[in-house]
C-alpha cells in the first residue's frame, strides 16, 4: 500500500451519530492514518432539524466537511467518503487500479447488506420485525454472507479482502460482521458466522490488525505529546 498522500493540507469534520454504523470505517480509517479531524457526534434531534433545514448535501449522514484554502466542501455517502480518507491514510489503492476495483466492489456489498438489514432495523412492530429477522437469518443473510465469503477465498485467503493488506473495504465490512455478531439485533443469532471460515478467520484477523493500527498510532501521538 502506498504512503498516504496529502494529510495536512485540510481540515476535516466528520458528522455522524454518537453509534458506530456507517461511521466507524471512517473513523478508524482517520486514526488509523493519523489525520486530524473533528469527530462531531449528531444526536437524532439534532439530525432531524439538520435535514429539515436542508444543511445536509443529501439529507443524511455521515458527512464530511473538508475545509481547504478555496472554502469548505461537504460531502455525503460513506463510500465516497471512505476513498478520500483510504487515499489519505494509505488503506486505499493509488497505483493499483485492479485492487482499487475489487475494494470498491466489496464496499458497494457492505452497502448492499445495509439496504437488506435496513427494512427491519426501522420496523417498529415487534412482530413483523421478529417475521422479518426470521427471513434475514435464515436466508437473506447466509446469501450475502455467502458472497463476502466468496470475495475472501478468491483474494487467496490473506485475511484481507483486496490483496495483503488492511483497507476501508475491510473496515466497513469488519462493522457489519460485528453488527451481526454481537447480539444487538433481536432475531439475528451470534453465531450466523459459523458456517463461513473464511469470513470467520478474516473478521479475527482484520479485528486484531485494526487494534495494532489504532494502538500503533495513539502511542505515537502519545509520544510526541509529552515531546511537546
Do not use: C
Not at 429539515?52 to 455517502?77: H, I, K, N, Q, Y
Not at 443473510?141 to 476501508?168: K, M, S, Y
Request: aromatic content about 8%; charged content about 30%; hydrophobic content about 45%.
Amino acid at each position: 500500500m502506498p504512503a498516504p498522500s496529502g494529510s495536512n493540507d485540510v481540515t476535516l469534520r466528520l458528522r455522524y451519530f454518537p453509534f458506530p454504523g456507517r461511521g466507524a470505517a471512517i473513523r478508524d480509517a482517520l486514526r488509523i492514518g493519523g489525520i486530524a479531524f473533528e469527530d462531531a457526534h449528531v444526536p437524532p434531534d439534532r439530525f432531524r432539524e439538520l435535514k429539515a433545514a436542508g444543511e445536509l448535501p443529501f439529507g443524511s449522514l455521515p458527512v464530511l466537511d473538508v475545509e481547504t484554502a478555496r472554502g469548505r466542501v461537504s460531502a455525503a455517502e460513506s463510500n465516497a467518503i471512505l476513498r478520500f480518507v483510504g487515499r489519505r491514510a494509505g488503506l486505499y489503492p493509488i497505483d493499483d487500479d485492479v485492487r482499487a476495483l475489487k475494494v470498491d466492489e466489496a464496499l458497494d456489498l457492505a452497502e448492499d447488506i445495509y439496504h437488506v438489514l435496513a427494512p427491519s432495523i426501522g420496523e417498529e412492530n415487534a412482530e413483523r420485525r421478529m417475521a422479518m429477522r426470521k427471513v434475514l437469518a435464515e436466508e437473506t443473510l447466509p446469501r450475502w454472507v455467502g458472497f463476502l465469503e466468496r470475495l475472501l477465498v478468491a483474494n487467496g485467503r490473506t485475511g484481507f479482502l483486496a490483496g495483503d493488506a488492511l483497507t476501508v473495504a475491510d473496515l466497513k465490512l469488519y462493522w457489519i460482521a460485528d453488527k451481526l455478531t454481537n447480539g444487538s439485533l433481536d432475531g439475528i443469532p451470534p453465531t450466523l458466522l459459523d458456517g463461513f471460515p473464511a469470513v470467520t478467520a478474516w473478521k479475527k484477523n482484520v479485528a486484531a490488525v485494526r487494534e495494532a493500527r489504532l494502538a500503533q498510532k495513539e502511542n505515537r501521538r502519545a509520544r510526541a505529546s509529552t515531546n511537546l
